[in-house]
């Protein structure tokens, strides 16, 4: 299947995510070769071989410098060092303050752009716990050809993020606040893709989540960059993630794959933390989602960790099919040698409420900077998995404070984190979303019923 393909449909038709037959791999002279570029110019390199001719290179390239403008700081994702060989890659200086408008606010571009040649519709259909609902809605807004669905769980965002989403008025916005958790509005939407007769046959569902490749794709580049300007990639370069859907770590694998040298992968998880105890014991069980200070990362069924498992199962889709069919009723595990396989890949930790208070303080007081609690999580992580000092270690910053005041508070700081610009008005805006029960049928009727031409 071609990238445009690929981009429209968002699941496969067995239910199963797009991977990628093969993926590019770059040489050292090669990727040494492009310091010095811009973000954009960077991403082209990096993109360009995935999207191929399904869209003109021109165009392209004008499609990436027009995404990375819109970011609020030259270098599109500056690097701040908190201590020797330790950095924070800040990746909320999009218009909505967390790494997702890197992928989002482009794919709200490649989604004009093909719908537009193609003269074709898409409803989007996307499950958000804070971060990929506002990103989503700025970057599909002026998208003539698309409806959005929005859905969140209902009182399980901060209230920044709820006003982000709910605040953006138009005819083809519609946010939806589901009485579950963020696993419960995931599944309605992987159900709702699977079968989409609800729809009538009248449009089809495109998805703004991570089960999209082209999230994957857009995100890998930030690796890249954050290597190049640190000496990659003449030396190693550790990287510790906040994990929830595993969409962001996944991208750092790719990198790895690519070609860039990458030493350590730092998993970094909230209470819910099924992957840290997937690669410390090899028992893959679900458990009551939490509700944390870190909401963008209540997350228990991880999509991207199926992509994974892929890799780790030699590329046997049955067999991971099965695997998770499995997972759904119960603790599975994998071979020995392929879970041994998976923690030469990665490290993890999980970081509890009361630790990422601390991480937060901690860090304000050593260093008069202020984390989320999200990239709390990352940095602490870091902090306890790390193998080598000498090896610079890129905690990925995934959300600007001011989106969680809540936890700032709860940390004992006083500082009070102020929200940019064009934000300011943000509690003083009209909202709009409704309440739907947690019922997949409910919300399919609410869709068919509301998206423009039904
Ligand atoms: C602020 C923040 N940090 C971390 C994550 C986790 O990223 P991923 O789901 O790609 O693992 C999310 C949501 O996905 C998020 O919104
Ligand atoms: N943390 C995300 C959850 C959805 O993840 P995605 O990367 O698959 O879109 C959010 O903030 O919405």
Request: aromatic share 10%.
């Amino acid at each position: 299947m071609g990238f445009e393909d690929v981009l429209l449909t968002g699941l496969a038709s067995d239910g199963g995510l797009y991977v990628p037959e093969s993926l590019p791999h770059f040489s050292l002279e090669e990727i040494r070769s492009w310091r010095g570029l811009s973000y954009s110019e960077l991403a082209f390199n990096i993109m360009h071989p995935f999207v191929s001719d399904a869209i003109p290179e021109d165009d392209f390239r004008k499609m990436l410098d027009e995404t990375y403008a819109g970011f609020a700081h030259k270098a599109v994702a500056p690097l701040v060092q908190l201590d020797t060989n330790e950095w924070v890659l800040e990746l909320f200086r999009g218009p909505t303050l967390a790494f997702k408008d890197f992928a989002l606010q482009l794919l709200g571009r490649l989604l004009d752009y093909v719908l537009e040649k193609r003269k074709q519709h898409v409803v989007i259909m996307g499950a958000t716990s804070g971060d990929t609902g506002s990103a989503a809605i700025e970057g599909c807004r002026h998208c003539e050809h698309v409806d959005i669905f929005i859905l969140h769980p209902h009182q399980r965002v901060s209230e920044v993020q709820r006003r982000q989403m709910t605040t953006v008025i138009g005819d083809n916005i519609h946010n939806i606040a589901v009485e579950g958790n963020f696993d419960d509005c995931q599944k309605m939407v992987k159900e709702s893709f699977g079968d989409q007769s609800f729809l009538g046959g009248k449009t089809q569902l495109a998805a703004v989540n991570s089960i999209n490749w082209a999230r994957i794709m857009a995100q890998i580049v930030y690796y890249f960059q954050a290597s190049l300007a640190l000496g990659g990639p003449d030396r190693s370069m550790a990287f510790s993630v906040p994990t929830g859907n595993f969409g962001d770590i996944f991208a750092g694998y790719l990198a790895k794959k690519m070609g860039l040298p990458i030493s350590q992968l730092v998993i970094a998880t909230n209470r819910n933390d099924i992957l840290h105890r997937f690669m410390s014991g090899n028992r893959y069980e679900q458990h009551q989602l939490e509700h944390t200070l870190s909401p963008s990362m209540d997350i228990m069924v991880s999509s991207n960790f199926e992509r994974l498992l892929f890799d780790l199962h030699g590329r046997d889709g049955a067999a991971v099919k099965e695997l998770l069919e499995n997972a759904a009723k119960g603790p599975v595990s994998i071979e020995d040698y392929r879970w041994r396989h998976a923690r030469k890949l990665f490290d993890s930790d999980a970081v509890d409420d009361k630790t990422t208070c601390e991480t937060i303080r901690e860090v304000f007081e050593q260093n008069e900077y202020l984390l989320d609690p999200h990239t709390a999580i990352g940095v602490k992580a870091a902090r306890n998995c790390r193998r080598d000092p000498s090896v610079p270690m890129i905690t990925l910053g995934t959300a600007h404070p001011a989106k969680f005041p809540d936890a700032i508070a709860e940390s004992g700081l006083t500082v009070k984190p102020e929200l940019p610009p064009h934000m300011a008005d943000l509690f003083e805006r009209e909202e709009r979303y409704t309440v739907l029960d947690n019922d997949v049928t409910g919300v399919q009727s609410f869709i068919a019923e509301h998206w423009k031409n039904a």
